[in-house]
């Protein structure tokens, strides 16, 4: 565990995952993609290494999405 900062979801992560609610049409399970992106952006993470790069092109102004 001490090799990894650890990403609460705080309320700056709120407030993110609110503007993207609010700013890119979302619905059904993609808020849990939505909330992973908050995540990286309250915490200033550009890159996002994932299996499911589809799920993230909505985001792909905002974050760095590397398929895998």
């Known amino acids: 565990m001490r090799q990894f900062q650890i990403a609460d979801d705080t309320d700056r992560v709120t407030a993110e995952w609110s503007r993207l609610l609010h700013s890119i049409p979302i619905g059904g399970r993609q808020v849990y993609d939505a909330n992973i992106t908050a995540a990286m952006l309250a915490y200033g993470v550009t890159h996002l290494m994932t299996n499911n790069g ?4 909505r985001y792909s102004h905002l974050i760095t999405v590397i398929p895998l």
């Open 54 to 57: 589809r799920d993230f092109a």
